[in-house]
């Protein structure tokens, strides 16, 4: 079982920076692959980022290539996500999620490969 928490989310500017932090209970947290996915009003569901168990493989989507990274901490169970440049299509509620997998060198994009997730964080890019 993993429990997640995210944090870190709040009104920005657009241009402006914020990092966003994925604490992780359980002991399997190290073993599985993480990722970022955000929903935005009226929208699905997306994947932002993903990054592997040791932190040797990364993924973004196209939107957020450049501006975002995704990085984990595994001695505090945490995984983040710097954005940088942040625009107001930014906006969405973004959660953290731990993969079913564990101790494999993938990354994975969809929602159903994620068993566990937080409740997700607030990001609002005002122009």
């Known amino acids: 079982q993993v429990q997640l928490v995210e944090s870190g989310g709040g009104l920005v500017q657009a241009g402006g920076s914020l990092r966003l932090s994925c604490a992780a209970s359980?002991?399997?947290?190290?073993?599985?692959?993480m990722g970022w996915f955000r929903q935005a009003p009226g929208k699905e569901r997306e994947i932002v980022a993903a990054?592997?168990?040791?932190?040797?493989?990364?993924y973004y989507t196209d939107s957020v290539k450049g501006r975002f990274t995704i990085s984990r901490d595994n001695t505090k169970n945490t995984v983040y996500l710097q954005m940088n440049s942040l625009k107001p299509e930014d906006t969405a509620v973004y959660y953290c999620?731990?993969?079913?997998?564990?101790?494999?060198?993938?990354?994975?994009?969809?929602?159903?490969?994620?068993?566990?997730w937080g409740q997700g964080t607030q990001l609002t890019v005002s122009s």
């Open positions: 359980g002991r399997t947290f190290s073993s599985r692959a």
């Open positions: 999620a731990a993969s079913l997998s564990f101790h494999s060198e993938s990354v994975y994009f969809r929602g159903d490969e994620y068993a566990y």
């Open positions: 990054i592997n168990w040791s932190g040797g493989k990364t």
